[in-house]
């Protein structure tokens, strides 16, 4: 069992920044793919970003690519978020979810592809 908890959600300004964290419990992090989700009010969850199980490869959703970064600190069982050039449109809660340690390669872009989920954190950016 792995447990997901987000933090680092909350108000900012278009064009600000912020950086999520996911914190995990249990053995398994290293050993899995992560990715980042988001969903708006009324609007499916959709695909942010997702790093590999080392850290080396990452891979973003166009509407975020070179504003968004994605790492992870496998020492410490945590995966972050940095969101710069924020915008209004980028309001919704975040979510991390963690990839089954058995699944092939690391990109996953759709809800399916993960096994665990945090129970998300608040992004509100303001016009």
């Known amino acids: 069992q792995v447990q997901l908890v987000e933090s680092g959600g909350g108000l900012v300004q278009a064009g600000g920044s912020l950086r999520l964290s996911c914190a995990a419990s249990g053995s398994i992090f290293s050993s899995s793919a992560m990715g980042w989700f988001r969903q708006a009010p009324g609007k499916e969850r959709e695909f942010v970003a997702c790093?590999?199980?080392?850290?080396?490869?990452?891979y973003f959703a166009d509407s975020v690519r070179g504003r968004f970064t994605i790492s992870r600190d496998n020492a410490k069982n945590t995966v972050y978020l940095q969101m710069n050039s924020l915008k209004p449109e980028d309001t919704a809660v975040y979510y991390c979810?963690?990839?089954?340690?058995?699944?092939?390669?690391?990109?996953?872009?759709?809800?399916?592809?993960?096994?665990?989920w945090g129970q998300g954190t608040q992004v509100t950016v303001s016009s």
């Open positions: 979810a963690a990839r089954d340690k058995y699944s092939m390669g690391y990109i996953g872009t759709t809800v399916s592809d993960y096994v665990y």
């Open positions: 790093i590999s199980r080392s850290g080396r490869s990452t």
